[in-house]
């Protein structure tokens, strides 16, 4: 993961054939085949492979990673445009994120009266507020034996650290190619916006493998009418 990102970081400011980006990728992919071939013929692997059998907690580690990716990408951009384009002091754009804060809206949301239409919700679960009450988050751990629930724990988190650390890299990429590179405050704009873009069709996709059911097999759907039980 490491080289994975270094790779992606150092393809915004080089070339993808330069020798550092292509070299960083192919290791990343290297040591990937590597750890899968070794931890299939491990009788105590770290990650049994059968753990990602599952479709739904496989499906859930993906959306788990593009959500992150898409959050933290989008808060380092939001606090860039806040400041480079809206002219906001760096307290003034810290400020601007605390209604994003998931305790801060509940606490408002109790407010009887003289708070908006969104801090008066009724109080409880919102699982759409926040990352931590992603649906990709308890499905990663769905299913899973409970003398490996610490390696489900674990791939859970690994899915989180990978999108933080991947995603900003490749929406870095996008930002400078989007504003090819100016300084110029529509250069800059338009690159905030594709930016945007992007980590909003991430969201969408992570959404789409938390709610869309998984196939199931044929020995799990039930018997055709008539038949016997």
């Known amino acids: 993961m490491t080289a994975l990102a270094y790779g992606l970081i150092e393809s915004s400011t ?31 692997p ?30 380092y951009f939001l606090s860039q445009y ?12 810290g400020m601007s994120y605390i209604p994003l804060h998931r305790d801060v809206r509940h606490r408002l949301r109790r407010r009887p009266t003289g708070a908006p239409r969104w801090q008066r919700n009724p109080p409880g679960p919102r699982p759409w507020t926040g990352h931590r009450d992603h649906p990709a988050h308890p499905a990663g751990d769905v299913e899973v034996p409970d003398e490996q629930s610490g390696v489900g724990s674990g791939l859970v988190n690994t899915a989180h650290q990978i999108g933080g650390s991947v995603g900003l890299p490749i929406l ?9 590179d100016d300084t110029a405050v529509t250069a800059q704009v338009s690159g905030f916006q594709t930016v945007f873009h992007v980590a909003s069709g991430f969201y969408a996709v992570s959404i789409i493998t938390a709610v869309v059911p998984p196939p199931r097999s044929p020995s799990q759907c039930p018997p055709p009418d008539g038949a016997a039980g």
Not at 46 to 74: D, E, K, N, Y
Not at 172 to 180: D, K, N, R, Y
């Open 14 to 44: 080089q070339e993808w054939t330069s020798p550092i980006v292509l070299g960083s990728l192919v290791l990343a992919a290297v040591l990937v085949v590597a750890f899968v071939l070794i931890e299939r013929g491990n009788a105590e």
């Open 46 to 75: 770290i990650v049994p492979l059968g753990m990602f059998r599952s479709v739904t907690r496989s499906g859930a580690h993906i959306g788990r990673i593009l959500i992150v990716g898409a959050m933290f990408s989008t808060f």
């Open 82 to 93: 806040l400041q480079n384009v809206l002219h906001f002091t760096a307290v003034e754009a």
């Open 172 to 180: 870095a990429g996008v930002f400078i190619a989007a504003s090819e």
